[in-house]
């Protein structure tokens, strides 16, 4: 089956400690995104790569790296520099082409807490 | 910018009831509009969508109709289920499909 998958469910890390949230996609698509939700908040995009080799920031990248050396993959770091990084954490995918207009398909997410 | 208001919930409903969720945006040009469902600790489902003026979106009894003279998009169902009960997010695309804007999400409680 083709999809997205998050890796660990629920992940536990120490303040001032880095850590690395898995995101791999077999949807074959060009473009893939990370996203921070919390209670109220509704969804807010940290990163973003449309190709492999580059990416963007989104609307609050600092504190978080990312990388994409394959489109399959793109993994997240959540940095100790990130004031506040428990969250839940949703990565997506999408295709370029025009038939899907934008249309994203989501991971089931990992729920990190930082102790 | 892009944006999308929905209405506060969390809506409470009974079996059975019809739902309406607001949904409107600001956008420039000409964007897709999305609703996405979200069940407890999982990550988000597509639910419908429109991509053009007066489209319909529809799947599984919800229906939204893309109204672009009012900027609006919203979600409707004519019987809600308990199965329903879930966090309903309304999305546009910006002009060049590469990034999706979220509202803040409304969530839906369904009473037997």
């Known amino acids: 089956d083709g999809g997205i998958t998050q890796s660990p469910k629920y992940l536990f890390r120490k303040e001032g400690q880095n850590v690395t949230l898995s995101c791999e996609q077999n949807?074959?698509?060009?473009?893939m995104y990370w996203y921070r939700q919390d209670p109220g908040q509704g969804l807010r995009l940290i990163y973003y790569?449309?190709?492999?080799?580059?990416?963007q920031k989104g609307d609050i990248a600092e504190g978080y790296s990312v990388s994409r050396e394959k489109k399959e993959s793109f993994p997240l770091t959540v940095t100790s520099a990130q004031k506040n990084p428990t969250a839940f954490y949703l990565c997506?995918?999408?295709?370029?082409?025009?038939?899907?207009?934008?249309?994203?398909?989501f991971g089931p997410g990992t729920r990190l807490t930082v102790l | 910018g892009n944006s999308v208001t929905q209405m506060e919930g969390p809506v409470t409903l009974s079996e059975e009831a019809f739902l309406t969720i607001n949904c409107t945006y600001t956008?420039?040009?000409?964007?897709?509009l999305f609703w996405y469902v979200q069940y407890p600790g999982e990550g988000l489902q597509l639910l419908l969508k429109?991509?053009?003026?007066?489209d319909k979106g529809s799947n599984k009894g919800f229906e939204a109709t893309y109204r672009k003279e009012t900027t609006s998009f919203h979600l409707e169902k004519g019987s809600v289920q308990v199965s329903d009960s879930a966090v309903y997010f309304c999305?546009?695309?910006?002009?060049?499909?590469?990034?999706?804007?979220f509202g803040k999400g409304t969530m839906l409680l369904v009473s037997p």
């Open positions: 997506a995918s999408s295709s370029r082409g025009l038939a899907h207009q934008g249309e994203q398909f």
């Open positions: 949807l074959n698509h060009d473009a």
């Open positions: 790569s449309q190709i492999v080799n580059d990416f």
């Open positions: 956008a420039t040009g000409y964007p897709s």
């Open positions: 429109a991509t053009k003026a007066d």
């Open positions: 999305a546009l695309s910006d002009p060049g499909y590469s990034t999706l804007t």
